[in-house]
């Protein structure tokens, strides 16, 4: 099954994040994966990119930096 080439109207409706990771894929030749793993990348790719922000607040605070 080639989720892929699907067409329907699920596809539209996801987030811009969601259509990224098909293009991803797509480039890299993946062209059989369950649909989950895209929500799980995108979950995972937030929660780090979340993480890299608390993390350089915490290093602005220590430098006593407002910027």
Do not use: D, H, W
Request: one cysteine or more; hydrophobic letters at 30%; a positive charge.
């Amino acid at each position: 099954m080639n989720i892929l080439n699907s067409k329907s109207i699920e596809q539209y409706k996801n987030p811009k994040e969601i259509t990224t990771f098909r293009k991803l894929f797509q480039n890299y030749g993946i062209e059989e994966y369950e649909e989950s793993t895209l929500n799980c990348m995108n979950e995972f790719i937030n929660s780090y990119i979340t993480e890299i922000l608390v993390q350089s607040k915490k290093n602005m605070n220590l430098a006593k930096r407002t910027k």
